[in-house]
Structures are given as structure tokens and as C-alpha cells.
């Protein structure tokens, strides 16, 4: 039975982040089952990392802005073909999944600093929410609860997504800057830099369960 529980989890969630309508139908098909009731898949832990997008951190750089993470978020840059590319790691907190509605939200800890050395200029994001219905990233500003905004735009249609009993990995999001983060960021640092729907980069994540 518990088998059965969590093979029908992981089809559901891989259906979840896919959102096609084969997916949809195999999803309300396993969770259908009376025998296997699988209304929610309550999330244990993992990780979520951005690499950034070709030419984004040279143009932060160029512009004298540096990002940071800030614990327990990590970050490591490597130098390819296209220039230099940061990679941004948080880990997974919590959060649900609604397997009959494929809604929920993956919770994070740790977050990004941006910063200019040269002026004292800063604006911090961080405890990321994703929001699987609004394909939304969202964030805190400057450690205050009660300022949330949208940060990134989260697109799966390239998504490729590899399931197994307790776990889902989802590569290939591709993650653009809202609106309203643009708009914070070149207030901030008084530049025309951001645009809304810059593609900042892709992320993968991982989900336990």
C-alpha cells in the first residue's frame, strides 16, 4: 500500500510540474483510486538553484553590482563559452502540493544580496516561495515579512522533470524578472539595467516527500 501511495505521488507531481493533459488525466486517475486517496504531497526538504542566463553577471559586474548569496544559500561561478555564469543554491523548507487541484507552493531559506561596493547601494531577497498555480517566484525585500513581491516568472515549457519514489527533479525552468522587481532593482541602483521579462536564467529544483 505505501508503495502504491508514493508511486501515485510521484506521477502526480511529475504530471504537476509538466502540466500537460495526459499528465492531468493520470493525476485524477491516481488520485481517484479509493484505495490509494492521495489528496496533497507534504514537502521535506531538497533544493533549488539558478544558474544565470549568458551575459547577466558580466553585466551586473560591468555595472558595479555584485550578487550575493546569504546563508544557508550558496553560490559558485564557473567560466564557459558564454562568459561567466553564477549559480545561486537554496534549500527546500517545506511547503505542499494539492495533487487534485495541482496547486501548492515550495518554500525556501536563504536568499540574494545585491550590492555596490562602490556606493553602498543594496537590496536584499530572500525566504523564496514558489507558487506552482501562478508560476511565480516570489520573495521577500530587505528581511521585512511584509513585503513580498512577485521576483521571477517561472516557465516549464521546456521543463524536464525525473520522478522516483520520495523525490522530483525539475530541470530546465527558465526564470525571467517581473515587472516589479525591475522596477525595485534600477530605483535601487539607479540604472535602466532590469527590464521586465529579462530571462535571468534557468533553474532546477528538487522536492522531497
Not at 549568458?54 to 564557473?78: F, N
Request: glycine letters at 12%; proline letters at 5%.
Amino acid at each position: 500500500m505505501r508503495i502504491l501511495k508514493r508511486v501515485a505521488m510521484a506521477a502526480s507531481v511529475t504530471a504537476l510540474f509538466l502540466g500537460t493533459a495526459a499528465g492531468v488525466a493520470s493525476a485524477s486517475t491516481a488520485s481517484a483510486r479509493p484505495q490509494c486517496p492521495v489528496p496533497a504531497v507534504h514537502l521535506t526538504g531538497g533544493q533549488t538553484s539558478v544558474t544565470t542566463a549568458p551575459g547577466i553577471a558580466a553585466a551586473l559586474l560591468g555595472h558595479g553590482i555584485v550578487p550575493l548569496a546569504t546563508l544557508p544559500g550558496t553560490e559558485g561561478a564557473s567560466i564557459g563559452q558564454s562568459g561567466v555564469a553564477v549559480t545561486f543554491s537554496f534549500p527546500v523548507t517545506g511547503g505542499s502540493v494539492n495533487l487534485k487541484q495541482l496547486t501548492g507552493t515550495i518554500g525556501h531559506s536563504g536568499g540574494i544580496l545585491f550590492i555596490a561596493p562602490a556606493t553602498g547601494k543594496k537590496i536584499a531577497v530572500s525566504d523564496f516561495v514558489i507558487n506552482l498555480k501562478q508560476k511565480v517566484l516570489t520573495a521577500i525585500v530587505n528581511g521585512n515579512p511584509k513585503e513580498r513581491v512577485p521576483l521571477l516568472s517561472l516557465s516549464l515549457a521546456g521543463a524536464k522533470v525525473v520522478a522516483s519514489r520520495h523525490a522530483v527533479r525539475v530541470s530546465g525552468i527558465v526564470a525571467r524578472l517581473t515587472a516589479t522587481a525591475a522596477s525595485a532593482l534600477d530605483a535601487t541602483f539607479g540604472t535602466s539595467l532590469f527590464t521586465p521579462g529579462l530571462e535571468l536564467g534557468t533553474a532546477s529544483t528538487l522536492v522531497r516527500f
